[in-house]
């Protein structure tokens, strides 16, 4: 009960922590102390595996633990020398942010200050120890002593490694902290659910993006450090079978659990429909991850407009949709590509329902019917159109503006050429992955493939024009500008032309249904009875449906108390009540 009180009043939210390193992952604690307080992450661990409590109950090495251990480490005699030139000033404790702010104000911005910014705690006694024992700078030692100083080093890097990254784990029980996270996650929306103190536990950042199999799963300051680029693991799905089957082992539960563990078990982790489901979802959600990160948004100089993300978003969808058509007689890959596009259609429907507008069902079918012609044009030009699949490059910036960035930047901007090489250079990598790289959802997805000079090669193949030709071309009355992506066909639709005949061939299409049921009503006795009592039905139908506010088709429904109580005043009144 005392735990659980001092979870209420609040202790576990916040831990008097200095901001984390570029890259620091420690293994997922149950609780932990700092400096005289006892934090709690979750009680009542008894609920878990027999396996999953002994994992939480083991000790771990911690960061102030790791400098005694390199200082114990046997030195050389003959670099004592050396080692004593690259020793730093002497203080082991980081200064608090009240002295960094004084000495800031008197301008001591000294090594010591330095460290203590960008530093986290117990980082500068480990950097005294490991350079008491190790050369550094370009040093090297004596040519008979190279081979003792080599092990040492390595042993100083191993003892590195646990700082940052945490004691070594076996693959069994990597997948141990996975279960424990994914139960700890289901515990965690129950107490939310029924907020009972058996279901009490904290639920972090950090334990999500671990769940996701993410490497720098660490949450930190980004006002200190950035977070640039999310580092995901491959997901190992046949793998994680084997070690389940030995959880099981170790659990000793009852044959019929075990029973249906492994069948569930065999639909998660072995081929089938819902393993591919599975495996298309992780592909997404690294995708969703990455193209929200700060190292994509901020290279790419993304701007933050409602189509420019979704169009990014379904260009990445496109590039995995694209490369998994060589393997399409594999099942997986049939269930994968197919589970892609409604996968996000699912997601554009989420974003749509989001904006405050009037006709938001029409906006949601635009925006899906263009993010589908986008994807034709990336079929057209990286596929079919043999000039531009031979030299995808060719008239790809034109492609871009057009369809990535909806006209919104200007023509020749640096974003442009920037997501053009983007495009080009993810497609010449997923066309070196193997089919198993995919199944592992093991895609690292990076901006950094981009050529430093990322604009003379386009540039090249398609010469820009210059300002007084691009504003000649602007206020000319031609169809086909030089700006645009076409190659001056007719047959050739641009994507912005099939937005805008999206409506117009919608109501042609309502208009020539209508047509043809009138030709077919009139074409005999018969085919007139038949369509005279299917109107009078839905003229019923219809007249039925208004005697209650949330039935008809075509209707809101209105739940609101405000518009309740105006439908019924309008109905009492006799007028209709959809207007």
């Keep these: ?52 409590r002994a994992l939480l109950q083991r000790r771990w090495t911690r960061k102030e633990e790791v400098p005694p251990k390199i200082a114990i480490l046997e030195e050389l005699p003959e670099l004592r020398p050396q080692l004593e030139q690259q020793r730093l000033i002497t203080f082991t404790k980081l200064f608090d942010i009240p002295r960094l702010a004084r000495m800031h104000e008197v301008g001591e911005i000294d090594t010591a200050y330095l460290i203590s910014i960008l530093c986290e705690d117990h980082f500068k006694p480990l950097i005294d120890a490991l350079l008491s024992k190790v050369l550094v700078s370009g040093a090297m030692p004596p040519l008979e002593r190279r081979s003792e100083h080599e092990a040492l080093r390595q042993e100083v890097i191993r003892l590195y490694r646990v700082f940052f990254f945490g004691d070594e784990v076996t693959e069994l ?18 107490f939310l659910l029924k907020a009972k103190p058996t279901y009490q536990c904290i639920w972090t950042v950090t334990n999500q993006r671990r769940l996701e199999f993410m490497v720098n799963a660490q949450a930190r300051d980004l006002n200190w450090y950035s977070d640039y680029k999310p580092i995901f693991e491959p997901a190992n799905l046949a793998q994680r079978y084997q070690l389940s089957l030995i ?5 000793k539960e009852p044959w019929y659990r075990r029973f249906f563990s492994t069948f569930m078990f065999k639909r998660f982790y072995l081929p089938s429909k819902t393993r591919a489901e599975n495996i298309t979802q992780i592909l997404l959600n690294r995708i969703l991850t990455y193209t929200s990160s700060l190292e994509f948004t901020r290279v790419m100089n993304i701007p933050p407009d409602f189509h420019i993300e979704l169009a ?27 589970h892609l596009l409604t996968m996000f259609g699912r997601i554009s429907v989420e974003r749509g329902t989001r904006i405050h507008l009037r006709k938001k069902d029409d906006f949601i079918k635009d925006v899906n019917h263009y993010m589908l012609t986008i994807r034709n044009s990336y079929d057209r030009h990286f596929v079919k159109n043999p000039v531009t699949a031979a030299t995808p490059l060719y008239k790809l910036d034109a492609l871009i503006w057009s369809t990535v960035f909806f006209e919104k930047v200007t023509r020749y901007a640096p974003e442009v050429y920037l997501m053009a090489q983007y495009i080009y250079q993810q497609m010449r990598y997923l066309d070196s992955l193997p089919l198993e790289a995919f199944l592992d959802a093991d895609i690292d997805w990076d901006v950094f493939r981009i050529p430093i000079d990322y604009k003379s090669a386009i540039a090249k193949l398609n010469p820009p024009l210059s300002p007084e030709e691009y504003e000649k071309e602007v206020a000319s009355d031609k169809k086909f500008k030089r700006h645009y992506y076409s190659f001056d066909e007719p047959n050739v639709q641009l994507p912005m032309d099939a937005e805008l005949s999206n409506v117009i061939d919608r109501r042609y299409a309502v208009l020539g249904t209508k047509v043809k049921d009138v030709l077919l009503k009139y074409r005999s006795l018969e085919t007139y009875d038949f369509y005279s009592e299917r109107d009078e039905k839905s003229k019923q139908s219809a007249e039925k449906a ?10 809101e429904l209105l739940l609101d108390a405000e518009n309740l109580r105006k439908a019924r005043a309008s109905k009492r009144d006799g007028e209709p009540i959809n207007k």
């Design 1 to 52: 009960m005392k735990v659980i009180a001092q979870m209420r009043r609040g202790y576990l939210v916040r831990t008097p922590r200095r901001a984390f390193t570029v890259y620091t992952n420690q293994r997922v604690l149950v609780d932990e102390e700092i400096g005289t307080k006892h934090y709690y992450y979750d009680t009542n661990i008894w609920q878990y595996m027999p396996p999953i």
């Design 173 to 190: 029980e990597r997948d141990l902290e996975y279960k424990y996270l994914y139960s700890k996650q289901e515990k965690y929306f129950q």
């Design 247 to 251: 959880e099981q082992e170790l659990s």
């Design 312 to 338: 990014v978003l379904n260009t990445h969808v496109w590039l995995l949709y694209n490369r998994l058509r060589a393997f399409e007689d594999h099942i997986e890959v049939k269930v994968i590509r197919k």
């Design 546 to 555: 208004k005697k209650y506010t949330w039935k008809g088709r075509g209707r």
